[in-house]
């Protein structure tokens, strides 16, 4: 079987201008994109950001010696003897539990009965647990049971024996989390553990979306004759919030260059980043490369990736106002949706990673082998949408099936996929059976 990879036409020659390969293009997209400013942010808004500053612990943890164990508190060499068949009898003097502090300590002879977290008294070295003693009856033997006046302890324990020491998790004053740290659960979790609610990360990049074209409507409205919804904003918007984005949509613009510039215009008091799609072919009313250039400056807008050749990329400068960082990064991605959502993981992910703080280039690959012969642009490099099935041996690799149709205005297909199988320059045909590196697409959720 052969498959086109996209219906979308080659470079042409007669131009004569040289399509920017994928990483030369990344690199002039990247180069001075800087990481932006840190601001606190509650704790619970904190989770999958950078860390925009050392954090230390103001307390130690634990804060005190406390028990890990449901049980009684003893001097050790009181019980160094007991067993089993010979238990050691101990004065009960009281209780203490979490939340508590000890009211007496623990004398010769005597113990206390303690529960799990409960401060450690004086006078105790270590830990029975309720298991090897008079006291236990089974599963939660002492919840609200009455307070013994003696206890049998069954087993010997040495000195700090069931005690988390104070301070051997972490330190008072020590540093627990460094500046360029991505906060997961449990950094988040370690911060509120030591008090804070707040944290410092970086800012995340406000990234504003604006779909051009008359065709365009939004959805939700009734699309009229020769009228399509807007597809490109809904889709990008979950990629974008997924790479680590604040999205803002900023509607439609005709096709029309003072009102896709009057947008921008607007974009440009809010975004680091802005998005349009549509408009930044060679056609006549195709006016989003000129508007860029009105309202700052255009570094390329042709790259060697299939789908998605004509994309523009620029930079412009922060309107008064706006938030404080480098200049505005300028993406115009083509209106066709697969070609949207392609060339945004390929070029606008890596841009908000690197504003975010996080390695832009990082990524979940892995490898597969075709399922179908396909064709492509023999000067450009295919990203096909495909599904992967697992292999039918151990050991064996995943197999990619094509998900559907490739041409770049193939929606289903793109919905279909769970990864994205890329065929470098060069081949114009590739084999049934060929290996080929893959992106797993990462769950909506």
Do not use: C
């Amino acid at each position: 079987m052969t498959t086109a990879a996209t219906t979308d036409p080659p470079a042409s020659a007669a131009s004569g201008e040289r399509l920017l390969t994928l990483e030369e293009a990344l690199v002039r997209l990247l180069d001075g994109v800087e990481t932006l400013p840190a601001e606190m942010a509650p704790l619970q808004e904190a989770a999958g950001r950078i860390l925009g500053a050392d954090l230390y612990a103001d307390r130690a943890l634990p804060p005190w010696d406390n028990t890990a164990m449901d049980g009684f508190a003893v001097r050790s060499a009181d019980v160094a003897a007991a067993t089993p068949e010979r238990p050691v009898r101990l004065r009960v003097a009281g209780e203490v539990a979490a939340g508590q502090t000890p009211s007496v300590a623990v004398a010769q002879g005597a113990a206390l009965r303690i529960m799990t977290g409960a401060p450690l008294p004086p006078g105790a070295d270590a830990v029975v647990p309720i298991e090897d003693t008079s006291a236990w009856r089974g599963a939660r033997a002492s919840a609200g049971a009455p307070l013994p006046e003696t206890v049998e302890i069954r087993r010997a324990v040495a000195p700090g024996e069931h005690v988390r020491r104070r301070g051997e998790d972490v330190e008072a004053g020590s540093r627990i989390l460094q500046v360029g740290e991505r906060l997961g659960a449990g950094a988040v979790a370690l911060a509120a553990a030591v008090g804070r609610d707040r944290v410092s990360v970086v800012r995340r990049p406000h990234l504003a979306l604006l779909a051009t074209g008359d065709e365009i409507v939004e959805p939700g409205q009734p699309a009229g004759d020769g009228q399509i919804h807007d597809a490109n904003t809904a889709g990008l918007a979950v990629l974008a919030r997924r790479a680590g984005a604040v999205v803002r949509p900023f509607g439609i613009a005709g096709d029309d260059l003072a009102e896709v510039q009057a947008r921008l215009a607007e974009a440009l008091g809010w975004a680091d980043v802005v998005v349009v799609t549509g408009g930044v072919s060679v056609g006549a009313r195709d006016v989003v490369k000129d508007a860029f250039e009105a309202v700052g400056s255009v570094d390329f807008w042709r790259v060697a990736v299939q789908p998605g050749k004509p994309l523009a990329f620029g930079r412009a400068g922060r309107r008064q106002g706006g938030p404080a960082g480098g200049p505005v990064l300028l993406f115009g991605l083509p209106g066709n949706p697969v070609s949207s959502y392609v060339t945004f993981e390929l070029f606008v992910r890596p841009a908000v990673r690197r504003l975010s703080g996080m390695d832009p280039h990082a990524r979940r690959t892995n490898r597969a082998v075709l399922a179908e012969r396909v064709t492509k642009s023999p000067e450009r490099r295919a990203f096909l949408r495909v599904r992967l099935d697992r292999p039918t041996h151990p050991g064996g690799l995943p197999v990619a099936r094509l998900s559907g149709g490739q041409g770049s205005h193939v929606i289903t297909a793109l919905a279909a996929a769970d990864a994205l199988a890329i065929v470098p320059e060069g081949p114009a045909v590739v084999e049934a059976g060929s290996e080929v590196e893959v992106w797993p697409l990462e769950d909506d959720a």
